[in-house]
């Protein structure tokens, strides 16, 4: 018999950007944007697609270019409240071991009333299994920080298209 362990973890992450509501919220609507943020050079990818809607799914399947796992990112968008809220759960796998599951809040408001900047809040409440991804604890960490790293990126990408 496996030894199976299931930790559970939440984190929220905030982050304010300079720039209005809809051009944050394109960052997450527009694929081709998203593209530019959610991934890394460092990863060959399989298979890649966005389809934006209730109901509509997300898959980002890859490997690091020197090699290893494949992994796979199945996320299923659940509720869509344009410029105001993105709600989707996600599924991530190492080859066949499923790695994680986890359910996802971003909301998006202006920062004052002027509308010149918007505040980005984005919770996420998951359960790391069997040590796909390290242990528990460790695994936990790492999507924190990884999806901080993120959030940083779509920082850059909004300064930089200004």
Same mark, same amino acid.
């Given at each position: ?23 944050? &919220? @394109? ?9 530019? &943020? ?5 990863? /060959? !990818? ?15 399947? $890859?490997?690091?270019?020197?090699? $290893?796992?494949?992994?796979? !990112? ?18 991530? &796998?190492?080859?066949?071991?499923? @790695? ?15 509308? /010149? ?21 460790? /695994? ?7 999806? @901080?790293?993120?959030?940083? @990126? ?9």
């Amino acid at each position: 018999m496996t030894d199976r362990t299931a930790t559970h973890a939440t984190f929220v992450l905030e982050r304010e950007y300079p720039v209005p509501v809809d051009r944050v &919220w @394109a960052a997450f609507a527009d694929p081709e944007l998203k593209r530019q &943020w959610f991934g890394s050079d460092e990863f /060959a !990818y399989v298979e890649r697609a966005d389809d934006f809607r209730v109901g509509g799914v997300m898959i980002d399947d $890859g490997r690091h270019r020197d090699g $290893g796992p494949l992994s796979r !990112y199945r996320a299923t968008y659940t509720d869509i409240a344009p410029n105001e809220r993105i709600v989707y759960t996600y599924d991530m &796998w190492l080859d066949e071991a499923h @790695a994680s599951t986890s359910i996802t809040t971003i909301t998006f408001e202006p920062t004052d009333d002027s509308g /010149a900047g918007t505040r980005l809040t984005f919770t996420e409440q998951g359960v790391h299994l069997d040590g796909v991804h390290g242990p528990g604890p460790e /695994a936990a960490a790492g999507r924190e920080s990884g999806t @901080a790293g993120l959030l940083d @990126a779509i920082g850059k990408l909004l300064v930089a298209v200004d």
